[in-house]
């Protein structure tokens, strides 16, 4: 019986330590935009192709498909901020801890993605994991050819 597990073991363990997420997926969180059937906070799947860009939302449910040629735009920004709430919950605790907490920073990572496709217009900001966001630009680039624009450097005038 050992022999018998250990071979059913021994077979299965490739196809299971193999089956993750294809290299060209990233999991995103939905952030705003022209996109029907989900809501900002949500979790997606962007997928990248190489003639196509799908978002996916629960359930593997395909909210959009964007050829590749009909990118207009491709942002990249920042919201960082202190993490003020959770110094105040720690400093109940430990005032010396809330302190140092109160001067620790997050980084929020945003990526934002403008297309026409015809008369087809639309657009949505996706959250990245700080682990991806380099990945997603640099695979929407190449895949674009466009480069990716820094919102944060641009200066709006009124």
């Keep these: 019986m050992r022999k018998f597990v250990a ?19 990233y999991k995103v969180m939905y952030d705003g935009g022209s996109l029907l059937g989900i809501k900002a906070g949500d979790g997606a799947k962007l997928i990248l192709e190489q003639k196509t860009i799908r978002l996916q939302g629960k359930k593997d449910a395909e909210l959009v498909a ?3 040629d ?42 934002g993605l403008t297309w026409a496709d015809g008369d087809k ?17 640099a695979a929407l680039e190449g895949i674009t050819g466009k480069k990716a624009v820094d919102s944060d450097a641009m200066n709006v005038k009124n």
Aim: charged share 15%.
């Design 66 to 68: 964007i050829p590749v």
């Design 70 to 111: 009909a990118v207009t735009e491709i942002s990249y920004g920042q919201d960082v901020h202190r993490r003020v709430g959770a110094a105040i919950g720690l400093a109940v605790i430990s005032f010396g801890l809330g302190a140092l907490m109160a001067l620790s920073k997050s980084k929020k990572h945003y990526v």
């Design 7 to 25: 071979l059913v073991l021994f077979f299965a363990f490739p196809v299971f330590a193999f089956a993750a997420e294809p290299s060209n997926s």
């Design 121 to 137: 217009k639309g657009g949505f900001a996706m959250q990245c994991d700080k682990n991806d966001y380099r990945g997603v630009l």
